[in-house]
Each structure stands twice: as structure tokens, then as C-alpha cells.
């Protein structure tokens, strides 16, 4: 649990200077993304399933014109040590100044080793295109 913890305190990577984050030295982008959720099981409300979800938060100070999320979460079979990919979301919906929430699932829980990559691809306020990543984050799931 506190490895958990770790990571996800570090995921935080873009730091907001006075005016905003400016991740890619953009001066019209002002968006700060965090990794809110590790890979973890979750029980869907009213169901006695377990699936397993990941969270992305959004905030722009600045509102860009696009915003592209794209989510990948991939689990790590055993006993190959392969890592498959088992969801990958795309997500266009602006981040607002209060934040908005990201999340996605699979709809089955697996135990062992899943990881969240994270993308974002847009055009800041004027325009000017962006990309950048939030370094992938690892969480071990039990399923139970």
C-alpha cells in the first residue's frame, strides 16, 4: 500500500508556475493533469463484480481549444512478464477550471501487475499545438 502511495505522489509531474502550467513552454497553456487513481480493483455499485479502473484529473486554468486525452491501461501476464493491453480510452471533453475526472475500466478484474499510460495532444488557447505524457504509473491489483 504505501508503494501505491509513492506512486502516486510522484505522478504528479507538472507543476503549476504563478500563471498556470506551462508543461511544454507554451505561454497560452495553463492545464495541470495528475493521476488521481492507480490501477486498483473496483466493485461497480449494485453488483457483486469486480472490474479494474484507473483515474486521470484535468484542471485548465486557460481554456485550450482542444484537448485529446488518450488512456491506456495495460495489466502484466505472470508468467511471461508481457505486458497486454486490455483498455485504451480516448477522451475529448475540455478540463474545466474546477476539474474534470477521467476514468477508465475493465471489466474484469485480473490480479497481479497493471499500469496507466497517459497522453495528451490538443491546441492551447491560440492555436499552437501541444504534447505531452504523464509517466506511466504501476499498481498491483488482488482482485478480492
Known sequence: ??????????????????????????PDYGCVMRVHTV?????????????VHAIVEARCDVQPRSHNLRLTLRQQEEESQVWRERNVGEYERLPTAAGRLYTITYQECIPGRWSLR???????????????EIPEVRGRVRCG
Not at 490501477?39 to 472490474?51: I, N, S, V, Y
Open 39 to 51: 490501477p486498483e480493483e473496483f466493485r461497480p455499485e449494485g453488483t457483486d463484480a469486480l472490474w
Open 118 to 132: 497517459t497522453v495528451v495532444t490538443g491546441q492551447d488557447s491560440r492555436g499552437a499545438e501541444y504534447r505531452f
Open 1 to 26: 500500500m504505501a508503494l501505491l502511495r509513492t506512486v502516486v505522489g510522484a505522478a504528479l509531474v507538472l507543476a503549476s508556475p504563478a500563471g498556470g502550467c506551462q508543461p511544454t513552454g507554451l
